[in-house]
């Protein structure tokens, strides 16, 4: 509540109070499909942990999460985690969860994921998803207020500063990847994740 007292020179005062009420930013909301689903969020969750993503309580589904890091070495390439069926917890080289990797997420139901998602301060460097030349595993990140899975994006302008070839997303329920091409001029979607096969290093910048 705002109080505000006023008086002025000959004396005469008044007084106006208003109550604002703060509305909490709703989660984003991700179904998932029973197998394996490609997936991404929009925006850093407030908790990374990969366990307060997709932990027993938030995701009962879930038993294995993955992403795919071309950076360094071949045998670093892929995180995993797995849960560990004594602890319920998700195990693995895989810990972390954020808004510049795409997941592969098994799934043993369908399941609706709610993950309460930061916002970008203004003194906040900018997102940027580094590319290697070949394949890459990416996200569809939003900056804007607008997060609602499903929300299209256009293909062009998010990879308006890459050279691809190539990209896949995957079909949950058909149980296929689909094929994406330059040339398509195709939309993207938020919470979906993408192969992207690059000519060169890069870096989509949303």
Same mark, same amino acid.
């Given at each position: 509540?705002?109080?505000?007292?006023?008086?002025?020179?000959?004396?005469?005062?008044?007084? %106006?109070? %208003?109550?604002?009420?703060?509305?909490?930013?709703?989660?984003?909301?991700?179904?998932?499909?029973?197998?394996?689903?490609?997936?991404?969020?929009?925006?850093?969750?407030?908790?990374?942990?990969?366990?307060?993503?997709?932990?027993?309580?938030?995701?009962?589904?879930?038993?294995? /999460?993955?992403?795919?890091?071309?950076?360094?070495?071949?045998?670093?390439?892929?995180?995993?985690?797995?849960?560990?069926?004594?602890?319920?917890?998700?195990?693995?080289?895989?810990?972390?969860?954020?808004?510049?990797?795409?997941?592969?997420?098994?799934?043993?139901?369908? %399941?609706?994921?709610? /993950?309460?998602?930061?916002?970008?301060?203004?003194?906040?460097?900018?997102?940027?998803?580094?590319? /290697?030349?070949?394949?890459?595993?990416?996200?569809?990140?939003?900056?804007?207020?607008?997060?609602?899975?499903?929300?299209?994006?256009?293909?062009?302008?998010?990879?308006?500063?890459?050279?691809?070839?190539?990209?896949?997303?995957?079909?949950?329920?058909?149980?296929?990847?689909?094929?994406?091409?330059?040339?398509?001029?195709?939309?993207?979607?938020?919470?979906?994740?993408?192969?992207?096969?690059?000519?060169?290093?890069?870096?989509?910048?949303?």
């Amino acid at each position: 509540t705002l109080s505000i007292a006023a008086m002025d020179e000959a004396g005469n005062s008044s007084q %106006a109070a %208003a109550t604002f009420t703060a509305a909490e930013r709703q989660p984003f909301e991700l179904p998932l499909y029973p197998g394996m689903n490609l997936i991404s969020l929009p925006a850093n969750p407030n908790n990374g942990d990969i366990n307060a993503v997709f932990g027993k309580s938030a995701a009962p589904t879930v038993d294995m /999460v993955a992403t795919y890091d071309p950076a360094g070495s071949p045998a670093t390439h892929w995180l995993t985690a797995t849960r560990n069926k004594h602890t319920g917890l998700l195990e693995g080289s895989l810990s972390r969860i954020d808004s510049l990797h795409a997941f592969w997420v098994r799934s043993s139901g369908p %399941a609706l994921l709610k /993950v309460a998602l930061t916002d970008l301060a203004l003194t906040q460097m900018l997102p940027a998803i580094p590319l /290697v030349e070949g394949w890459n595993l990416v996200p569809t990140i939003t900056l804007g207020p607008n997060r609602a899975a499903g929300q299209a994006i256009d293909a062009g302008s998010y990879l308006s500063g890459v050279s691809w070839v190539k990209g896949y997303s995957y079909d949950t329920r058909a149980r296929q990847l689909v094929a994406l091409y330059p040339s398509d001029q195709g939309k993207l979607e938020v919470g979906q994740g993408y192969w992207l096969y690059s000519r060169g290093k890069g870096a989509i910048v949303p």
